[in-house]
DNA sequence: TTTCCTTTGTGTACGCTGTATCGAGCGGAT
DNA sequence: ATCCGCTCGATACAGCGTACACAAAGGAAA
């Protein structure tokens, strides 16, 4: 019998590989994928590319991945899995450490904020962990289930907002060999220009020419995040 | 002299089209785009689907567009264009407006919540203005310029993350030809009591059993909304 | 009117992608 | 010794974005 395809991905992988021996396996699938990924970005994952780097004919992976999309969700995983959860904080700290910590995975693979919208929704191991992290930490404060689930996915949609642009700019950053912000923005400055000179946008141009965080990002990111938590310590009536 | 390339879309737009009677135009092209993409999702844009569309050559739209990232972002525009901006509101109801009113345009072209990473940085006269619109919102309240911005970028990382997860699942749910959120949940069970069989997500497990507002996206939209909201005024009030 | 130049759209082609399919080889159970 | 099932290789196909050279068409100048 062939592998079964139509079962859970995560089911497929736990039943025990069927002989130890062979040349692949999901690890080093994923390993390998995941490298070429942070060294080389999202788009230079290919079936051919992945294949090569594992030494090994184009449609070889397909026996453990049943194509591209397992692939990212596997790669997903993979990366997930060496995510620390907090333990033992009250319900904000382990909410501010979940996100905090959210974001500097997706610093160190900056791949993982443009997923495209299917992998997205993969629901990993180590993403499912993620969100149980944040339910109970949501727990036995007098909230409702609905409310609790509302409240992670608020925080895990900011996070992701925030990181998919970020990383955006990053992407197009190192696409054009910029490597500071100021160069960012000198490289943009004709579109800028050209936007200003159309006088539509005065609190705009008073932002550009007056604002001094342009590039903190870290500092950016806490603003948000910390609106967000302010306001469902309001809900939480803390 | 041929078309230059290397200014700006926006202001290359601007020139006035050399002669008014050609066949094809950028707004032709946007008005063809778009409703491929609302029809058929983001995934149906292909330059010769575009071209078979505008019934002319496959090259011909590189007439008009650099490439397809150009032609993303005249779609981007081209729908931001409709957008609704509020008026004479204060801060708290703009933002609440803003946010809304791209809730419903990506809704209605659910592809906007899809695009790679490159497009959604494009800075196009439709998303400067909501950005000058929330901008003005804020201005006067005695924040620094930094604060207005990390405002509005969070507001706008919520956005984009809530949608951008809505979008996903609605993509997979009329792939998958799935018309409710009872069907989705049907689909999806086997992989479901797989992680709940593992014993690790018991906060998670009871959500599932309990719940009664897991198709409300509206009402989760505006949960993590308003608590943002409610976050910023607390920074407002000191 | 004839000529010519610029713009606009056509045709063809290349290298790349994801992946279906078929066949070869090998290891372990019978 | 035989067979079977799994692993991996080779080949192939349709589709993608787009580079490039050419044809038609319209206005300006002669």
Redesign the interface.
Known sequence: MATDRS??L??RLERPAPVPRQTLSPQRIAMAAVAVADAEGLEAITMRRLATELGVAPMAPYRYVSGKDDLLELMVEHVYAGMRLPGGLGWRESLHALAVGTRELMLEHRWL??L???S??A?T?GR??V??QS??AL?GLGL????????F??????????M??D???D??MSEQSLSSGDELRTE?A???A??MR?G?????Q??LS?????DDRR??FD??L???????A??LNM
Chains 1, 2 share one sequence.
Not at 144 to 151: E, F, K, N, Q, V
Not at 153 to 162: E, H, L, N, T
Not at 200 to 204: D, F, L, R, S, W
Not at 210 to 214: D, F, H, L, M, Q
């Open positions: 079962a859970p995560w089911e904020a443009q495209p919208p299917q997205k929704l629901l191991p499912m962990a969100a149980e339910l109970t727990d409702d289930p609905d409310t609790m689930m509302g409240i996915r608020s925080v895990d949609a900011y996070v992701q907002g925030a998919s642009y990383s955006a700019v992407a197009f943009l004709p579109l800028m050209w936007h159309t539509h946008y005065p609190t705009y008073h932002y007056t604002a001094t965080r342009k500092w950016q603003l948000g910390n609106c967000l938590l302010d306001g469902i309001v809900r």
